[in-house]
């Protein structure tokens, strides 16, 4: 187990000082939270600047205006008579407060010429969906047997939460999550404290096993079945915590050796025989 999980986090290095390197230049933050970080630390300098100014000898409303003027850079005259002391909070007040507004007008340009405005609201909106649901079913990767695994398991009535990494994957109305269902949070997110099973079909045993010791850890109580790609994968995932392990690869090559086999009554695996028996 220990060199499968050695091997994951090799293989992972690579992606994982991508990831360090962008979270370093935006300071780890998505960009609805550094908007939120500037609108905020906006607002602080603009009540900062209007005290200073009240303080300074200004009326209330003349203040604000002030405020507002040196930070927006307008940069109308100054009242009569203004000493040292007034001098140097403006020129504090400039550094400052220019500063702080430049990054936040930079930030909603960067939100609304990538799209991460509509993004961020269709997030939300699928969170909320997903957090109203219980006993629902998670599913892990959405390749090929996902969508399968998916399309069974809609057509017995069961509802479904899919997590795949791939944000560009169009899943029509489903429950879907863009991330890494290695993660704790982004199965949290998925409501596996409230899930009745999860499937964990992603193409990397590694992967595989690492989700089903990570759900296991969160919820002693949940029905796993994992996907496992190789043999060799199948005792491991067990000893994860899977409650069910399939070859899926293993179970189709059967399936199309018994057909094979029996040529009187071939199945396409639909179920469905694709000719009549010979007679």
């Keep these: 187990m220990k060199g499968v999980l050695g091997r994951r986090q090799a293989r992972q290095s690579p992606r994982l ?19 939120v970080v500037g609108v905020t630390v906006l607002v602080f300098v603009l009540a900062a600047g209007t005290t200073g100014y009240v303080l300074l000898g200004l009326g209330a409303l003349d203040a604000l205006y002030q405020t507002v003027i040196t930070v927006s850079t307008v940069g109308y005259s100054d009242p009569a008579g203004v ?15 220019t500063g702080t507004s430049l990054y936040t007008i930079g930030v909603v340009i960067e939100m609304l010429f990538e799209g991460r405005l509509d993004d961020h609201i269709r997030r939300r909106r699928m969170q909320r969906s997903i957090d109203s649901l219980s006993g629902h079913a998670v599913i892990c990767g959405y390749g090929q047997v996902g969508q399968a695994i998916a399309e069974a398991m809609i057509d017995a009535g069961t509802e479904v939460v899919l997590i795949d990494q791939d944000a560009d994957i169009d899943s029509g109305d489903l429950h879907m999550l863009s991330g890494d269902a290695t993660h704790d949070s982004t199965l949290q997110d998925a409501g596996i404290e409230r899930a009745s099973s999860l499937v964990v079909a992603l193409d990397s045993d590694a992967d595989n096993l690492y989700v089903a010791l990570s759900a296991r850890a969160l919820c002693t109580e949940l029905f796993i079945v994992a996907r496992a790609n190789s043999p060799e994968a199948l005792p491991k995932l067990r000893q994860a915590g899977a409650d069910r392990v399939i070859n899926p690869h293993q179970i189709g090559g059967a399936h199309m050796a018994a057909a094979a086999l029996r040529q009187d009554a071939t199945d396409d695996g639909t179920g469905q025989s694709d000719r009549e028996p010979s007679r």
Excluded at 17 to 35: A, N, T, W, Y
Excluded at 86 to 96: M, P
């Design 17 to 35: 000082r991508r990831e360090s390197r962008r979270r370093l230049f935006s300071g780890g933050l998505e960009p609805v939270d550094r908007l």
């Design 83 to 97: 000493g040292a002391r007034y001098q140097i909070f403006t020129i504090a007040l400039i550094l400052l407060g």
